[in-house]
């Protein structure tokens, strides 16, 4: 099952094993289209830019585009792959659409009349495709090389040649600027292309396991990477230099994040840390303690897309970490590496928590059954919410932060007034455990996820 919501919000699509695409209205959570016409699984689905149109790609091989002014094929069936698609992507313009399956070719269709204008063939099944931020060039990934096309003429510009043996490239990055793109190499290295002239700038060692993810800085000058090993790498791009942060944790590192206010990165681990690190001399400058617990088991997910662990949650506006452990929160703040705030109360496992939208509050669930309210400025606890039969397990702020969300393992979601404490709505349905909860844009709809099911909840009517 593939699902997403529209750039403004106000729809919301779900692929199915079936064949079929349901579209919500998130007004009223009505279903507004059931499209119906793929023959396999849909594997990838994705909003045009503006909003006006779904693109779907399915096991049969095809792309459909739909119309969701009248929920119906806004042209033909993009026939043309002969193996399953696997991925599409819109370009930054989203007048065109990239799709890559196994039948060794990435497709560019032409949004406005649903034709193919290219069809680029690579001697591998193409396992990632991305539009450079510019949306003028097309990079696809395949076993051994990374082919970079011009999106205008359909030629390809280079053919970068990544290893003469077995190297899967299954991740790309392009630069801010679309001067570079980043892929795994050989030997466990990184290895950064020019993309103009189609020769490799730097060749990034040191990764004892294959390459797993990597992140430019928001300037471009700078990159992290992490493999599944037990260290991070910081390179100083801009220099042409690289230094290697050694001991960087004990156990594998799950992921890394930018501050956006500071030059430092902050990384998580399996061995409970997070460290702060300097962006340009790969010195760290703290480790954050007191993490004895950090990966939770009642996640579905490890970490998140932001390269957070299931335990922390990074806050870019305020350059503030909120970290949670056994019964204890902490509040960091990244300019001084100092523990802002601690909050104690709970007489079991923290297994989840949020920040206000208001920043004046957090929430945090615990398996001792309650949700507390904390104030984040003086650690006071504000309320603590009774009402759940069993472990909580997810809790979550709406938009305005004037209500805050909680599920539990009792399949139940409570709503609770910030302000008073009071539960304000139950929301009956999932016959087990309350894995993430998800609120509309406008905060007037919710979606709760529970072992593979999805309810979409009126905030109003419950």
Same mark, same amino acid.
């Given at each position: ?15 199915? @094993? ?36 779904? *693109? ?21 069936? +993009?026939?043309?792959?002969?193996? %399953? ?21 990435? $497709? ?24 450079? %931020? ?13 082919? +970079? ?22 991740? =790309? ?25 189609? @020769? ?23 990159? *992290? ?7 991070? $790498? ?17 156990? @594998? ?12 990165? !902050?990384?998580?681990? $399996? ?25 939770? %088991?009642?996640?579905? =997910? ?5 390269? +957070? ?10 350059? $503030? ?15 001084? !590496? ?18 206000? %939208? ?14 507390? =309210?904390?104030?984040? @400025? ?49 929301? !009956? ?26 309810? +979409?909840?009126? !905030?109003?009517?419950?």
């Amino acid at each position: 099952m593939s699902c997403t919501y529209s750039s403004d919000g106000d729809s919301f699509a779900v692929g199915l @094993e079936d064949g079929t695409i349901n579209v919500y209205a998130t007004s009223n959570w009505e279903r507004t289209w059931t499209m119906r016409g793929h023959c396999g699984q849909v594997t990838s689905i994705a909003y045009s830019p503006n909003g006006d149109r779904i *693109a779907s790609g399915s096991t049969d091989s095809t792309v459909r585009l739909w119309d969701l002014t009248t929920g119906q094929l806004n042209h033909h069936i +993009l026939s043309g792959h002969t193996e %399953p698609v696997e991925t599409i992507a819109y370009s930054p313009q989203g007048d065109l659409l990239a799709s890559a399956g196994l039948d060794r070719t990435v $497709r560019i269709w032409e949004v406005a009349t649903g034709e193919c204008s290219r069809i680029l063939i690579g001697r591998m099944p193409v396992e990632c495709v991305i539009f450079s %931020p510019k949306g003028n060039q097309l990079a696809a990934g395949g076993l051994n090389r990374v082919q +970079l096309w011009d999106v205008g003429s359909g030629t390809r510009i280079h053919t970068l040649l990544v290893s003469d043996e077995f190297t899967r490239i299954h991740t =790309l990055a392009y630069s801010p600027r679309g001067d570079q793109v980043a892929s795994p190499g050989p030997d466990k290295t990184v290895l950064l292309w020019d993309t103009e002239t189609g @020769e490799c700038r730097n060749k990034l060692t040191g990764h004892a396991q294959d390459v797993t993810k990597v992140l430019f800085s928001p300037k471009g000058d700078h990159m *992290a990477s992490v493999s599944g090993e037990k260290i991070v $790498r910081l390179w100083n791009l801009g220099a042409g230099t690289t230094r290697v942060v050694r001991n960087s944790h004990s156990k @594998e590192v799950l992921g890394v994040v930018y501050s956006w206010k500071r030059r430092q990165i !902050i990384s998580f681990s $399996r061995d409970m840390t997070i460290r702060v690190w300097d962006a340009q001399t790969g010195v760290c400058l703290q480790t954050l303690p007191g993490h004895d617990d950090l990966v939770n %088991p009642y996640d579905d =997910l490890t970490y998140s897309s932001l390269g +957070l662990t299931s335990s922390s949650i990074y806050l870019p506006q305020d350059d $503030r970490i909120l970290s949670w452990a056994a019964s204890t929160l902490s509040l960091w703040d990244v300019e001084s !590496i100092t523990r802002f705030r601690s909050f104690e109360g709970h007489s079991g496992r923290i297994n989840g928590a949020d920040f206000s %939208p208001q920043r004046g509050q957090i929430a945090s669930a615990s398996e001792d059954g309650t949700v507390r =309210l904390w104030n984040a @400025e003086t650690g006071e606890c504000l309320h603590v919410l009774n009402g759940h039969h069993s472990t909580i397990i997810v809790v979550k702020y709406s938009p305005r932060g004037s209500q805050v969300a909680s599920g539990s393992i009792d399949g139940a979601v409570r709503l609770w007034n910030t302000r008073t404490g009071a539960c304000q709505r139950i929301l !009956i349905g999932h016959a087990d455990k309350i894995s993430s909860i998800t609120y509309s844009s406008d905060g007037s709809q919710m979606i709760s996820h529970s072992n593979g099911t999805m309810r +979409l909840w009126s !905030i109003e009517t419950g």
